[in-house]
Nanobody, 124 residues
Framework: QVQLVESGGGSVQAGGSLRLSCATS????????MGWFRQAPGKERERVAA????????IYADSVEGRFTISQDNAKNMVYLQMNSLKPEDTAMYYC?????????????????WGQGTQVTVSS
């Protein structure tokens, strides 16, 4: 079955960096889009970054543009999120996500598979 397994979360001070990893396996279709979403307590889940398979293009939330970088290693079936200049408002559970067949990562409703999540906590 499909598995998305995140790792790399933790606690850091503001200004620090973390790299999240997502190991993927078991897909029965070609995934057009992989993404990272996050959800803070009391808030809705939001898309942080996405990467598209057909041309490697990326898209970021305004709040992380210039600080976060999403990348993908197809040979290793891995997706990464490099997070630099972290802020306390980046504190959340971060989820790796794979879009449904032929879908983008534009919203949670387009996501077919989720990882279990990895916690990121940024202290001031």
């Amino acid at each position: 079955q499909v598995q998305l397994v995140e790792s790399g979360g933790g606690s850091v001070q503001a200004g620090g960096s973390l790299r999240l990893s997502c190991a993927t396996s078991g897909f029965t279709y070609s995934v057009d889009c992989m993404g990272w979403f996050r959800q803070a307590p009391g808030k809705e889940r939001e898309r942080v970054a996405a990467i598209y398979a057909y041309d490697g293009s990326t898209i970021y939330a305004d709040s992380v543009e210039g600080r976060f970088t999403i990348s993908q290693d197809n040979a290793k079936n891995m997706v990464y999120l490099q997070m630099n200049s972290l802020k306390p408002e980046d504190t959340a559970m971060y989820y790796c996500a794979a879009a449904k067949k032929y879908k983008s990562c534009s919203s949670s409703g387009n996501i077919g598979y989720w990882g279990q999540g990895t916690q990121v906590t940024v202290s001031s």
